[in-house]
């Protein structure tokens, strides 16, 4: 799949202005390159990127997350909101927004497992920074 190769993002850490960190990754198709990884602080950018895959099919796009299925709720000027495939069936209220390169979990919690058992090899793969709605940090 050609546009695999052609899908390089480079990365900031997150902490690049509170911290000074210089922290740098690439990442391309399913491979992240560690361009600077000493970070100035102790968490780790890393931990909020995460592949997440779409579906070719433009009429019916699909996004697979952790192989859970999410249906392409509605499309937004500057975003896309994407509902569990089992919203109708099981009354699954996971939920996200995705947004340029980022997947915002509005609601991460499925009322079922995880079954997407497809092959991934076939979709188009992507990294994503992961935000969650609740912070991981609750400010004193
Ligand atoms: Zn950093
Ligand atoms: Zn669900």
């Not at 210089?22 to 909020?48: N, P």
């Not at 070719?56 to 569990?84: Q, S």
């Not at 340029?100 to 509005?106: P, S």
Request: hydrophobic share 30%; proline share 1%; charged share 35%.
């Amino acid at each position: 799949m050609e546009h695999q190769n052609i899908d390089r993002t480079s990365w900031r850490c997150k902490y690049e202005r509170r911290k000074k960190c210089k922290a740098r990754l690439l990442t391309y198709g399913r491979t992240l390159k560690i361009m600077r990884g000493e970070h100035s602080h102790e968490s780790f950018l890393t931990d909020d990127l995460r592949i997440i895959y779409f579906t070719h099919g433009k009429k019916y796009p699909k996004l697979i997350i952790d192989r859970y299925e999410f249906m392409l709720e509605r499309k937004y000027a500057d975003k896309t909101a994407w509902t569990c495939k089992y919203k109708e069936k099981k009354k699954c209220k996971a939920r996200l927004l995705t947004f340029g390169r980022t997947v915002k979990l509005m609601n991460s919690t499925h009322n079922h497992i995880a079954d997407f058992n497809g092959d991934v090899e076939s979709l188009i793969s992507t990294f994503v920074n992961i935000e969650e709605k609740e912070k991981s940090y609750i400010q004193l």
